[in-house]
T-cell receptor, first 113, second 113 residues
């Protein structure tokens, strides 16, 4: 079956530190890959996506590259801010009649001033 | 305009009661979902509907019954509420065809006392 594995959190960083959140996946076929962010008290919102191998998704200073050879989609940001504190979810989706998005367990990020 | 809206945002009720959560999307999407998020932020798919028809029904007690009067609405009715039903419930939607992201509502925090 399809699955997404994320590093466990919480990840605690100081402002302006470099961020990496690891994500690996297992899928039958060729999935699209996503990172979603959930701020406190809100629903999930799309942060970035990549639809094929070697694509790089980017948004708000965050980046992730679709690595088919390592089945990975790690999230990175060069300099985090306090406002980046949230829960980050890696997800995959496949086309098909019974398509549903598959989410990782989420990684909480806490950024201190 | 809110793309996916859920009501109510908060719901506190006693064990044994019956309650409903409503969801509407104005994105013209064909597919809608209900997810349950536990206290550790884990997202579990409950139901998926495509064009008003149920296509996914994960292992969920039959006290939970989704209803889709049209493809823009997917409501969740819960009978005989139990303490373990306390969680945040998210409605989401996406295009049925192709590999696209899901759009989430703000969530309904259900507390059963």
């Amino acid at each position: 079956g399809n699955s997404v594995t994320q590093m466990e959190g919480p990840v605690t960083l100081s402002e302006e530190a470099f961020l990496t959140i690891n994500c690996t996946y297992t899928a039958t076929g060729y999935p699209s890959l996503f990172w979603y962010v959930q701020y406190p008290g809100e629903g999930l919102q799309l942060l970035l996506k990549a639809t094929k191998a070697d694509d790089k998704g980017s948004n708000k200073g965050f980046e992730a590259t679709y690595r088919k050879e390592t089945t990975s989609f790690h999230l990175e940001k060069g300099s985090v801010q306090v406002s980046d504190s949230a829960v980050y979810f890696c997800a995959l989706s496949l086309s098909g009649g019974s398509y549903i998005p598959t989410f990782g367990r989420g990684t909480s990020l806490i950024v201190h001033p | 305009d809110t793309a996916v809206s859920q009501t109510p945002k908060y719901l506190v009720t006693q064990m044994g009661n019956d309650k409903s959560i409503k969801c509407e999307q104005n994105l013209g999407h064909d597919t809608m979902y209900w997810y349950k998020q536990d206290s550790k932020k884990f997202l579990k798919i409950m139901f998926s509907y495509n064009n008003k028809e149920l296509i996914i029904n994960e292992t969920v007690p039959n006290r939970f019954s989704p209803k889709s009067p049209d493809k823009a609405h997917l409501n969740l009715h819960i009978n005989s509420l139990e303490l373990g039903d306390s969680a945040v419930y998210f409605c989401a939607s996406s295009q049925a065809q192709g590999i696209t992201e899901a759009f989430f509502g703000q969530g309904t925090r259900l507390t059963v006392v």
